[in-house]
């Protein structure tokens, strides 16, 4: 192949990660890739599905969704959260968090109470999350994001955060991504 | 102060149209991937004056979209050069500004004295400003498949070919505007005044 004929195209690879400039995008994906794992472990307990597939609860959802405080959602769902997020039959919450250890495990041993909650929206959530980052750590996440990240490197992004709540904390985005889990379920019609 | 660093103002110009103006010196096709269709739109509203008054044909600047959302700058490089499909591609990052005419000529010397041996034509430890084979497209596919990230895990390819910068010229190639620092010690180099917001 001549010389010439080499190259004749470019590609220009955006980057978003790195550096200073990467900053906030890699706060973005820290707390994004949280609390897609948050609502993902809520998507596969069972309690949770169930809960989701009742037209009532999705609509309290929606409501606390779309600015409705969660006091009025805790009123409404109160016993059925409590069941979930408290072992309820024995059946349900634990299997949210079991297989990794750093999930919400630590809700099935407490109530749902939202009047005390920390987070009430994603927004707040994925804020919590970053604050159990330090700058240095999401800038050395951000940085290896230049270079594209493994797998197991993101897991240990993630399980690295999940093991840094509080149980109140824990409790708080329980419900956070329940509704965050409604939101993007929206458009699945319940189950019946 | 988070900003978009392919955007940022350089000699008058949002970066990624100073970089898509300089590339088409070297190269007659520009695929820019974009990741997604809105932050297509967003560069292609911001390469438009670059490409005003026609000095560059529109039709050599394309947008390629990530098919491995979310995977980083190896799915950009993945849906850049699936887009070419064949023939060796110069490869850039958007945060970086220029382009050395000497080194990319003795890393196309480098592809053609390879020949078939060669898929990846770099600087030591620099995956971008760096050519790669169109074809890798199929592998780095399946390394997205089994959730490697890597981008420079391409340059521990035994069909890896290294050529060392030699002149300050060719060492400037990989300036990145990664940092504030960075934007502001290139802008003065430029004799060009900052324009932060």
Not at chain 1, 39 to 67: H, K, N, Y
Request: proline fraction near 4%; aromatic fraction near 4%; charge should be negative.
């Amino acid at each position: 192949m001549r010389k010439g004929l080499i190259a004749a195209a470019a590609v220009i690879v955006l980057l978003g990660g790195g550096g200073y400039w990467g900053l906030q995008y890699g706060k973005k994906l820290i707390a994004e890739r949280v609390m897609d794992e948050m609502v993902g472990q809520v998507l596969q307990d069972e309690e949770m599905r169930r809960l989701l597939d009742d037209p009532e609860v999705r609509r309290a959802l929606r409501e606390a969704a779309s600015g409705e405080d969660l006091e009025r959602l805790r009123a409404e769902l109160g016993a059925q959260l409590e069941n979930v997020a408290g072992g309820g039959d024995g059946s349900g919450g634990s299997g949210a968090g079991a297989e990794g250890g750093a999930g919400f495990d630590g809700a099935s041993s407490a109530s749902l109470d939202a009047g005390d909650l920390p987070v009430t929206t994603v927004e707040e959530a994925k804020a919590l999350v970053l604050e159990k980052f330090s700058l240095g750590e999401i800038r050395r996440y951000a940085d290896l994001l230049r270079g594209g990240l493994t797998e197991e490197e993101m897991r240990l992004i993630r399980d690295d955060a999940l093991s840094r709540f509080s149980e109140d904390e824990r409790r708080a985005l329980l419900l956070v991504a329940l509704i965050e889990a409604e939101r993007r379920t929206g458009e699945r019609p319940p189950e019946r | 102060m988070g900003r978009d660093k392919a955007l940022l103002p350089v000699g008058g110009l949002p970066l990624i149209a100073l970089l898509v103006k300089r590339m088409t010196r070297h190269c007659g096709r520009i695929i820019i991937a974009a990741g997604d269709e809105r932050r297509a739109r967003e560069l292609r509203a911001a390469i438009a004056p670059a490409l005003e008054g026609g000095a560059i044909a529109e039709r050599r600047v394309a947008f390629a979209l990530d098919r491995y959302a979310g995977c980083g700058p190896l799915a950009g490089l993945h849906a850049g050069l699936s887009e070419l499909q064949t023939g060796w591609a110069l490869v850039m990052g958007s945060d970086m500004p220029n382009v050395s005419a000497s080194l990319l000529g003795r890393m196309r010397l480098a592809a053609a004295s390879a020949g078939a041996a060669a898929a990846v034509v770099h600087a030591p430890l620099q995956p971008f400003h760096a050519l790669y084979r169109a074809s890798l497209a199929l592998e780095i596919a399946e390394r997205l498949e089994r959730g490697d990230r890597r981008l420079r895990a391409l340059l521990d390819r035994p069909d890896a070919v290294a050529v060392e910068p030699e002149t300050d010229e060719e060492r400037e190639a990989f300036v990145n505007l990664n940092t504030p620092e960075a934007y502001e010690a290139y802008m003065a180099r430029q004799q060009l005044a900052p324009a932060f917001e």
